[in-house]
């Protein structure tokens, strides 16, 4: 339903320094839910251009247009706790 390696990279880039935190990330609502069962987080495709978001097994959000759908589950992260900033990267190259 949507490049699942365009949108894994971009999921990739923000949630990368997020330890411990397992997202599944699916192309498909239909075998999508059952094949990430065990992610903290999840981003399905719905649909063209539609994305549902989980928390573990359980629907939090349908059908987020897809242009959206990275900010929303940055957005879910954050209202579980889950979310720490990233880590400054200028001075951890010091």
Same mark, same amino acid.
């Given at each position: 339903?949507? %490049?699942?390696? *365009?949108?894994? &990279?971009?999921?990739?880039?923000?949630?990368?320094?997020?330890? /411990?935190?397992? !997202?599944? !990330?699916?192309?498909? #609502?239909?075998? /999508? +839910? =059952? *094949?990430?069962?065990?992610? %903290?987080? /999840?981003?399905? =495709?719905? =649909?063209?251009?539609?994305?549902?978001?989980?928390? *573990?097994?359980?629907?939090?959000?349908?059908? #987020? +247009?897809? &242009?959206? &759908? @990275?900010?929303?589950? #940055?957005?879910? #992260?954050? $209202?579980? =706790? %889950?979310? @720490? +900033?990233? +880590? %400054?990267?200028? $001075?951890? $190259?010091?």
């Amino acid at each position: 339903m949507f %490049d699942l390696q *365009e949108t894994t &990279a971009k999921i990739r880039a923000v949630t990368d320094h997020l330890k /411990g935190i397992k !997202i599944g !990330i699916m192309g498909c #609502i239909v075998n /999508g +839910p =059952g *094949e990430m069962a065990d992610a %903290d987080y /999840g981003y399905v =495709g719905t =649909g063209p251009g539609k994305i549902t978001l989980y928390k *573990e097994k359980e629907v939090v959000e349908r059908n #987020i +247009p897809e &242009a959206g &759908a @990275v900010d929303a589950l #940055i957005e879910l #992260i954050r $209202s579980h =706790g %889950d979310w @720490v +900033p990233a +880590p %400054d990267r200028a $001075s951890a $190259s010091v």
